[in-house]
């Protein structure tokens, strides 16, 4: 995936310049670094990356408000924790501010650049032990109470097809299983996801999931 714009928040010189290398070296475009939260949301607006790689421990603005608040003004961008701790409550709150992958330091080089290749597919990435966790989560938000959804003659409604899409995507499926399961292009399972945020009003895969969960599609 060549020509994907990549940029890289890390308060460690050396290590934001090694990741940097590592993704320039792999054919990706490094459009920026930063070093601290104000500077990595007044450099990712300008520089519009695709991806953003991102550490959470961050001097001037944490890494989930970062996250946050980039993700609420561009709900294109894909953002990939890259992060020394896993512990579960950093991943829950780095998913739950936008992020759509999180990775541990410890992961390789390998490990890394295929995390980066899936993250701006819009596919979910999780350090091997994770993914298990967020799904869990998601499934504890949607039993909690939330705020009534609009069930009027207005509200909007999906197609057969996007509903199935959603059903799938609650059963915790990658877009590219999506796409295998229901024999149509990756490409078009994103349409269908961008078309239901819309429609539904909703920000990102983490209210998309809760959504479905709470409608009891992912039992359909």
């Known amino acids: 995936m060549t020509g994907l714009k990549v940029m890289v928040v890390d308060d460690h010189p050396m290590w934001r310049d090694a ?10 475009e490094v459009v920026a670094t930063a070093g601290d939260g104000p500077q990595a949301v007044r450099r990712a607006r300008a520089a519009a990356p695709d991806v953003l790689v991102l550490d959470l421990n961050l001097p001037g603005l944490p890494g989930v408000e970062v996250c946050r608040e980039l993700v609420a003004a561009d709900p294109a961008l894909r953002v990939l924790v890259l992060s020394a701790s896993g512990e579960h409550a950093d991943v829950l709150e780095a998913v739950k501010s936008g992020a759509t992958g999180y990775l541990v330091k410890s992961a390789s080089t390998e490990e890394l650049l295929a995390a980066v290749r899936s993250t701006a597919a819009g596919d979910p990435v999780f350090t091997p032990g994770l993914a298990g966790l967020v799904l869990g989560e998601y499934r504890r938000l949607a039993a909690e109470p939330a705020p009534p ?8 409604r999906l197609t057969d097809r996007e509903t199935e899409v959603l059903r799938l995507v609650a059963k915790g499926l990658s877009y590219k299983q999506i796409a295998e399961r229901l024999v149509i292009s990756h ?3 994103q349409n269908h996801v961008q078309n239901t945020l819309g429609k539904l009003q909703l920000h990102n895969r983490v209210e998309l999931v809760r959504y479905a969960i709470e409608r009891g599609l992912d039992d359909a």
Not at 19 to 28: E, F, H, N, P
Not at 149 to 156: G, I, V
């Open 19 to 28: 990741v940097a290398r590592d993704l320039a070296a792999a054919g990706y």
């Open 149 to 156: 959804a609009p069930d009027t003659p207005d509200a909007p």
């Open 187 to 189: 490409r078009t399972v």
